[in-house]
């Protein structure tokens, strides 16, 4: 079987890698040999051997009969949605760790799938090596899900994790995940929780079986907490984490990113550094934890090419998978309810009196010096909104929500 791969950064030396270093038992499974015929660069690699099978052209690629199957490691929207729906429509199955162009046209380019008898597999578009996207689609069809909830971003759970175990700085330690690589110059995308959510998107989108617009999804970042936050979380008994979810709330669906404080007893409390875990929850099988790297060369490369052996074994035949075009339309996010820990600066001797006559009922926790703690009870957010407007004259160290 002959493969075209788009794209040869840190991804796609990655998928070269895995099928020269397991070629004979990926072909076993395969059931075929697998074949590099083209690699799409605009570079050249005039000293690698691999130079022979370069290409500058999609056209070469796409009006290949022999190519059956195109894998792109190129990432953002275009040129690869462009190249994927050619592929697509010419009878190749598309294989992609891409999120943006999953997140954005999955379900689009399933259902062209669908129609011309191939594959469009993503395996590695979340969670990079942790098998995740083929359990939701094969293994968990039996049941309801009713709460997809996850740590999706290596690099914001390696801050998180470093500003709770060596008391830094967010600028500290976000200085030294970009030294050692795992985060970009422009930390935007995931410091700010926009990687996150266009995961959860896709996870969500595959669960429920319609299309999650991660547009839609309220999304926070971390670039707010501090070491001092970290400090009350240690007293209190909780870990903060950057947590992507889906959840079914009475008779709708809410989806949300946010750093979260939650308990240390909590299935996700234990995952640190730059690992990813995402938590499953369904009507039938109960709760169903995976973990694993969530980025990185060798670990995304590794679910990318066993979504090749997929597509080779299933050629000539769609892998259904429930995810369609139409719309979910998410929960009002000012309706969700939540608890929330507050820190005010105590500038004022009445602070206590005006936060439980606001408030009602609050419980207080040991404070840092100058400053008033406490976690409120559950609330809508709009309701929580509007009682942190009453108090203008006081200062907000910061706010977070609690796992309920």
Same mark, same amino acid.
């Given at each position: 079987?002959?493969?075209?791969?788009?794209?040869?950064?840190?991804?796609?030396?990655?998928?070269?890698?895995?099928?020269?270093?397991?070629?004979?038992?990926?072909?076993?499974?395969?059931?075929?040999?697998?074949?590099?015929?083209?690699?799409?660069?605009?570079?050249?690699?005039?000293?690698?051997?691999?130079?022979?099978?370069?290409?500058?052209?999609?056209?070469?690629?796409?009006?290949?009969?022999?190519?059956?199957?195109?894998?792109?490691?190129?990432?953002?929207?275009?040129?690869?949605?462009?190249?994927?729906?050619?592929?697509?429509?010419?009878?190749?199955?598309?294989?992609?760790?891409?999120?943006?162009?999953?997140?954005?046209?999955?379900?689009?380019?399933?259902?062209?799938?669908?129609?011309?008898?191939?594959?469009?597999?993503?395996?590695?578009?979340?969670?990079?090596?942790?098998?995740?996207?083929?359990?939701? @689609?094969?293994?968990?069809?039996?049941?309801?899900?009713?709460?997809? !909830?996850?740590?999706?971003?290596?690099?914001? @759970?390696?801050?998180?994790?470093?500003?709770?175990?060596?008391?830094?700085?967010?600028?500290?330690?976000?200085?030294?995940?970009?030294?050692?690589?795992?985060?970009?110059?422009?930390?935007?995308?995931?410091?700010?929780?926009?990687?996150?959510?266009?995961?959860?998107?896709?996870?969500?989108?595959?669960?429920?079986?319609?299309?999650?617009?991660?547009?839609?999804?309220? !999304?926070?970042?971390?670039?707010?907490?501090?070491?001092?936050?970290?400090?009350?979380?240690?007293?209190?008994?909780?870990?903060?984490?950057?947590?992507?979810?889906?959840?079914?709330?009475?008779?709708?669906?809410?989806?949300?990113?946010?750093?979260?404080?939650?308990?240390?007893?909590?299935?996700?409390?234990?995952?640190?550094?730059?690992?990813?875990?995402?938590?499953?929850?369904?009507?039938?099988?109960?709760?169903?934890?995976?973990?694993?790297?969530?980025?990185?060369?060798?670990?995304?490369?590794?679910?990318?090419?066993?979504?090749?052996?997929?597509?080779?074994?299933?050629?000539? !035949?769609?892998?259904?998978?429930?995810? @369609?075009?139409?719309?979910?339309?998410?929960?009002?996010?000012?309706?969700?309810?939540?608890?929330?820990?507050?820190?005010?600066?105590?500038?004022?001797?009445?602070?206590?009196?005006?936060?439980?006559?606001?408030?009602? !009922?609050?419980?207080?926790?040991?404070?840092? @010096?100058?400053?008033?703690?406490?976690?409120?009870?559950?609330?809508?957010?709009?309701?929580?909104?509007?009682?942190?407007?009453?108090?203008?004259?006081?200062?907000?160290?910061?706010?977070?929500?609690?796992?309920?």
């Amino acid at each position: 079987m002959k493969i075209a791969l788009l794209g040869l950064g840190t991804v796609g030396r990655g998928v070269v890698e895995v099928i020269n270093e397991n070629k004979e038992s990926i072909e076993k499974r395969a059931g075929q040999a697998i074949d590099i015929k083209y690699i799409l660069d605009i570079r050249e690699f005039a000293d690698d051997p691999i130079n022979k099978l370069i290409t500058k052209n999609f056209d070469e690629i796409a009006n290949d009969d022999e190519i059956a199957i195109v894998v792109e490691a190129m990432g953002g929207i275009e040129p690869a949605y462009t190249y994927a729906k050619s592929s697509l429509l010419k009878g190749k199955s598309y294989i992609t760790s891409n999120k943006e162009l999953v997140a954005l046209h999955g379900a689009e380019l399933l259902e062209i799938a669908r129609n011309n008898h191939v594959n469009f597999l993503f395996e590695a578009s979340v969670g990079g090596g942790i098998p995740i996207i083929r359990p939701l @689609n094969q293994s968990l069809t039996a049941d309801e899900i009713y709460e997809i !909830t996850g740590i999706l971003n290596g690099t914001t @759970n390696f801050i998180l994790t470093k500003m709770r175990e060596d008391g830094r700085a967010f600028e500290d330690v976000l200085k030294e995940a970009q030294e050692l690589g795992y985060a970009e110059k422009n930390p935007e995308a995931d410091v700010e929780g926009y990687d996150a959510c266009r995961k959860i998107a896709i996870l969500s989108s595959l669960a429920l079986g319609e299309h999650v617009n991660f547009q839609d999804i309220p !999304t926070e970042g971390i670039t707010q907490i501090t070491k001092e936050d970290m400090i009350y979380a240690e007293e209190m008994g909780y870990v903060i984490k950057l947590l992507a979810t889906c959840q079914k709330q009475d008779a709708s669906i809410f989806a949300r990113v946010s750093p979260m404080l939650i308990s240390k007893v909590h299935p996700l409390a234990m995952v640190n550094d730059v690992f990813n875990g995402i938590l499953v929850k369904g009507n039938v099988i109960g709760d169903v934890m995976f973990y694993g790297r969530g980025a990185g060369k060798l670990p995304t490369a590794s679910a990318v090419v066993a979504d090749i052996v997929d597509a080779a074994k299933h050629t000539g !035949t769609n892998i259904i998978s429930f995810w @369609n075009r139409d719309k979910v339309e998410l929960k009002d996010k000012k309706q969700v309810k939540t608890r929330y820990f507050v820190r005010l600066q105590k500038d004022m001797d009445s602070i206590q009196n005006s936060v439980k006559e606001i408030f009602g !009922t609050v419980e207080e926790v040991k404070s840092l @010096n100058n400053e008033y703690a406490f976690i409120t009870e559950l609330d809508t957010e709009v309701q929580f909104a509007e009682k942190m407007n009453r108090l203008p004259e006081l200062k907000v160290m910061n706010k977070i929500r609690i796992e309920k």
